[in-house]
T-cell receptor
Framework: QKEVEQNSGPLSVPEGAIASLNCTYSDRVSQSFFWYRQYSGKSPELIMSIYSNGDKEDGRFTAQLNKASQYVSLLIRDSQPSDSATYLCAVGTNSGGSNYKLTFGKGTLLTVNP | DTEVTQTPKHLVMGMTNKKSLKCEQHMGHRAMYWYKQKAKKPPELMFV???????INESVPSRFSPECPNSSLLNLHLHALQPEDSALYLC???????????FGNGTRLTVT
């Protein structure tokens, strides 16, 4: 069973602080990694993709990938109340041919306090 | 605005009803997905279609029947559902592999 693990939280940070979200995965052959944001009652929205070891920055968001440790993280700088949502880590696996799917972690609920 | 369109947005059905959920994308993606999401849980994969062929069925009960009429459309036919099937049903599309999925806004299904 391929697993994706996240701390479910809740994680609470003050406005302007850095929020740090973590994720580990069990399938060593996974090649694609994503962070989705999901507001209550809404569908998941892609915020970051990362495929190679190291850091990838996009605005206030930085994704980090360490394949040796099977670890993915997301940093949100200058957190805003509008960042309050559930953050889902997703790992892409391809079991051969066109059998590609994303497996999601349980999500981390982030609350940014004004 | 999402580029994956799902209809209806809300659906209430009885356990003896037959209904269908619809999904449409015009991004040229060749893979389409159905996920089910219960409250405070992550999305769980149900089915994957790749190049209009069913490539993954995650042991979903036969009361859920997927259909992919063409590369832009995906349906989920529902029959004899149970109250525990009440959930948010998410459709997504992507290129075939190693890419993110693009989700529709979902259909909120309630089975009475």
């Amino acid at each position: 069973q391929k697993e994706v693990e996240q701390n479910s939280g809740p994680l609470s940070v003050p406005e302007g602080a850095i929020a740090s979200l973590n994720c580990t995965y069990s399938d060593r052959v996974s090649q694609s990694f994503f962070w989705y944001r999901q507001y209550s009652g809404k569908s998941p929205e892609l915020i970051m993709s990362i495929y190679s070891n190291g850091d990838k920055e996009d605005g206030r968001f930085t994704a980090q990938l360490n394949k040796a440790s099977q670890y993915v993280s997301l940093l949100i700088r200058d957190s805003q109340p509008s960042d309050s949502a559930t953050y889902l880590c997703a790992v892409g696996t391809n079991s051969g041919g066109s059998n590609y799917k994303l497996t999601f972690g349980k999500g981390t609920l982030l609350t940014v306090n004004p | 605005d999402t580029e994956v369109t799902q209809t209806p947005k809300h659906l209430v059905m009885g356990m003896t009803n037959k209904k269908s959920l619809k999904c449409e994308q015009h991004m040229g993606h060749r893979a389409m997905y159905w996920y089910k999401q219960k409250a405070k849980k992550p999305p769980e994969l149900m089915f994957v279609y790749s190049y209009e062929k069913l490539s993954i069925n995650e042991s979903v009960p036969s009361r859920f029947s997927p259909e992919c009429p063409n590369s832009s459309l995906l349906n989920l036919h529902l029959h004899a559902l149970q109250p525990e099937d009440s959930a948010l049903y998410l459709c997504a599309s992507s290129q075939v592999s190693n890419v993110p999925l693009h989700f529709g806004n979902g259909t909120r299904l309630t089975v009475t």
